[in-house]
């Protein structure tokens, strides 16, 4: 069965650092580019940052409004996709949903309806 699972969401005050991950199960992530995307209440889905598949050469793209305080990275070895999120703001605060497609097009190519696998998503609640 193929499944994402996030973890590593919770409460952290502004200035605080998570590490989100999202574990892959019948499927490699190598093989896949993968996104992480946020929706906040009453608010849309939208895209955080991807990293390519790795036959892509796995480059990565970030959105604006976290690029230089987040980082996205893999463990093959864990199949294993992790968001490290630094210097948290209240803006941040969302529910966390990473997403898997497999090609080996340049991940910033891919709109959100391509995404094929979908975790069930964790929440994150930067606050003081």
């Known amino acids: 069965q193929l499944q994402l699972v996030e973890s590593g969401g919770g409460l952290v005050q502004p200035g605080g650092s998570l590490r989100l991950s999202c574990a892959a199960s019948?499927?490699?992530?190598?093989?896949?580019?993968i996104g992480w995307f946020r929706q906040a209440p009453g608010k849309e889905r939208e895209g955080v940052s991807c990293?390519?598949?790795?036959?892509?050469?796995?480059?990565?793209n970030y959105a604006d409004s976290v690029k230089g305080r987040f980082t996205i990275s893999r463990d093959n070895a864990k199949n294993t996709m992790y968001l490290h999120m630094n210097s948290l703001k209240p803006e941040d605060t969302a529910v966390y949903y990473c997403?898997?497609?497999?090609?080996?097009?340049?991940?910033?190519?891919?709109?959100?309806?391509?995404?094929?696998?979908w975790g069930q998503g964790t929440q994150v609640t930067v606050s003081s």
């Open positions: 997403a898997a497609t497999m090609g080996n097009r340049d991940c910033s190519t891919y709109v959100q309806h391509e995404y094929n696998y």
């Open positions: 019948g499927l490699l992530l190598d093989y896949y580019a």
């Open positions: 990293i390519g598949s790795s036959n892509s050469g796995g480059s990565t």
